[in-house]
């Protein structure tokens, strides 16, 4: 039960069914996934390669849309303004190549995490809660 609401255990979990490297899924938490591992892995000077960004964003984010907490917390109050908001819509199928014109938006980082490490926690509580009162 403790693993299945901890953030970090499912986006590690989704890292690795996703089949990311060992360097990725290493930083598939919410401790090491930060702005500091993102321009790392933008500027190309960090094991996980950059194309492995869409598929750790989809986990943390636990495949959720997560922009109605990103526009409170203002993560599209950057130079980047809207734009900033596909890094908080993670449902299944949507892809979007990220390149340098994205950089404004990093800055926004820990309030995008914030907005998923949340979510996902009380989500993840709430099934649990819901099990556990269907079975009484």
């Known amino acids: 039960m403790q693993q299945a609401t901890d953030p970090n255990y499912l986006f590690v ?3 690795a069914e996703r089949g990311l490297s060992v360097a990725c899924q290493t930083v598939c938490n919410f401790r090491e996934y930060n702005q500091n591992l993102l321009q790392n892995m933008l500027i190309g000077s960090h094991e996980c390669p950059l194309d492995s960004l869409a598929d750790m964003q989809f986990c943390a984010a636990q495949g959720r849309d997560h922009r109605d907490c990103c526009v409170r917390r203002g993560v599209n109050a950057v130079a980047a303004g809207d734009k900033c908001l596909v890094f ?9 190549h990220i ?4 950089a404004s938006c990093f800055g926004k980082f820990d309030d995008m995490k914030q907005c998923f490490y949340e979510n996902v926690q009380s989500k993840a509580k709430a099934f ?3 099990e556990e009162s269907g079975k009484n």
């Open 13 to 15: 979990a989704c890292c």
């Open 88 to 96: 908080c819509d993670q449902i299944p199928d949507k892809y979007t």
């Open 128 to 130: 649990f809660s819901e």
């Open 99 to 102: 390149d340098y014109t994205y």
